[in-house]
């Protein structure tokens, strides 16, 4: 599964960085740092997910998946933020699954395989 990584930090990208290289069926391709940067990402590379921090940037998360599903509808998306209750606005949004950032790492890894697509 091809992987976009998005979230302001820096840090926070290294750690999902190196969860998602440990992994032999994830391969990520990209990293972006805000929207603008999210959205080239996933012109460019053609995910199939796109995992984004929804605190982080200057658009509404609302706005942010709309836009990523016009760029490519076809793409999964996991929300993260620090706010549990952001869980229903991300999937009423049109995220495909939402993980608390207080969570174990395997919750975001177990979101992510929930979104593969079977062959």
């Known amino acids: 599964?091809?992987?976009?990584?998005?979230?302001q930090r820096s840090s926070a990208r290294s750690a999902l960085r190196m969860l998602?290289?440990?992994q032999e069926d994830l391969d990520l391709v990209a990293e972006a740092a805000n929207a603008e940067?999210?959205?080239?990402?996933?012109a460019d590379s053609s995910p199939?997910?796109?995992?984004?921090?929804?605190?982080?940037?200057?658009?509404?998360?609302?706005d942010v998946l709309a836009k990523?599903?016009?760029?490519?509808?076809?793409?999964?998306?996991v929300g993260m933020s620090i706010h549990a209750e952001n869980?229903?606005?991300?999937?009423?949004?049109?995220?495909?699954?939402?993980?608390y950032k207080g969570d174990p790492?395997?919750?975001?890894?177990?979101?992510?395989r929930g979104?593969?697509?079977p062959k």
């Open 48 to 62: 199939d997910l796109a995992v984004f921090d929804f605190d982080d940037f200057d658009l509404s998360a609302t």
């Open 20 to 22: 998602v290289r440990a």
């Open 87 to 99: 869980r229903q606005v991300a999937c009423s949004a049109g995220a495909n699954s939402f993980v």
């Open 68 to 77: 990523l599903r016009k760029i490519l509808p076809s793409m999964a998306i």
């Open 105 to 112: 790492p395997e919750c975001l890894l177990n979101a992510v």
């Open 37 to 42: 940067e999210l959205f080239a990402a996933v």
């Open 115 to 117: 979104c593969k697509k």
């Open 1 to 7: 599964m091809r992987i976009v990584l998005a979230d």
